[in-house]
């Protein structure tokens, strides 16, 4: 049996759920997202409970399944009840940030500014040299979050660049010298 997919996922009261044949869709405080279940995955809602099960769970590959698709319905009701979030800070000097309804303007050090669109459902905020990428979709606010941190990625000598919060930048001693004689 997989782990994660034997886990029951409990339905708070403000979440209004609805499953019709592979898709299973979530209603609440903060939107709506919907998961197309793979057709040998099974979903059934019963007590405000939503049971997650497979076809043969002795076959590796719906076992791998049972448990992906799990984890991405309780994605999305953890999405649609409290929603999801990344911080990216901004190391370097001259390095900054701008953000307005639906573009993001960086300055990294180039000889023009990036501009990135934000992709709808998302909310971006910049305070000083903190990006905060906002949304419902834990997918789609992650790959927010990694195209902006591609545009400068941190380097390991002063560590200049764009990163993650959370991140620790494994720093690297600069040239060193060679003894006299040597």
Wanted: proline share 4%.
């Amino acid at each position: 049996m997989s782990k994660i997919g034997k886990k029951i996922i409990v339905i708070p009261d403000s979440v209004q759920t609805t499953v019709s044949d592979q898709i299973v869709s979530f209603k609440g405080p903060k939107g709506e997202l919907s998961v197309v279940v793979h057709p040998k995955v099974k979903a059934v809602l019963a007590d405000s409970q939503l049971q997650v099960s497979v076809k043969n769970p002795d076959d590796r590959r719906q076992k791998a399944l049972w448990g992906t698709f799990r984890s991405l319905l309780n994605n999305a009701l953890v999405g649609v009840t409290a929603g999801f979030g990344k911080k990216l800070e901004i190391v370097g000097v001259g390095y900054k940030a701008q953000a307005t309804a639906d573009k993001l303007t960086l300055n990294l050090g180039y000889s023009h500014p990036i501009e990135l669109s934000v992709p709808k459902g998302l909310e971006v905020k910049v305070e000083k040299n903190t990006i905060t990428v906002g949304g419902i979709d834990k997918q789609l606010v992650g790959e927010f979050s990694a195209l902006i941190r591609s545009k400068r990625k941190p380097e390991p000598y002063k560590g200049k660049g764009i990163k993650y919060s959370d991140e620790v930048i494994r720093r690297k001693a600069g040239k060193v010298v060679k003894a006299v004689g040597g």
